[in-house]
């Protein structure tokens, strides 16, 4: 099994920030990338940023200059670091992890359980 704990998320007023981590445990070969989604009321989850295991960073448009995502291979462990906040980036928060669980299987999509984060005054 593979294990996603998340933490961080919260209640923010706009223009604040918050910093949400990921850490992966459980039986895991290997990590090619983790990241970060979001699910607002109402539409779809959508990608919020995601990182290679070679350090390669995809940001949504709506979150460049803003998120910063980062990685501690070591600790098997993603972090969104989340500044200026918007009303609207009022989400269910999702961690995603690709991974395979050992030698010669198949890469597959973890999920964790979701943190909620809230920006408003």
């Known amino acids: 099994q593979v294990q996603l704990v998340e933490s961080g998320g919260g209640l923010v007023q706009p223009g604040g920030s918050l910093r949400l981590s990921c850490a992966a445990s459980g039986s895991i070969f290997s990590i090619h990338a983790m990241g970060w989604y979001r699910q607002a009321p109402g539409k779809q989850r959508e990608l919020v940023a995601t990182?290679?295991?070679?350090?390669?960073?995809n940001h949504a448009d709506s979150v460049t200059g803003r998120f910063t995502i980062s990685r501690d291979n070591a600790r098997s462990t993603v972090y969104l670091q989340m500044n200026s906040l918007k009303p609207e980036d009022t989400a269910v928060y999702y961690c995603?992890?690709?991974?395979?669980?050992?030698?010669?299987?198949?890469?597959?999509?973890?999920w964790g359980q979701g943190t909620q984060v809230t920006v408003s005054s």
């Open positions: 990182m290679t295991s070679g350090g390669i960073t």
């Open positions: 995603n992890v690709k991974a395979k669980r050992y030698i010669g299987s198949v890469l597959r999509d973890y």
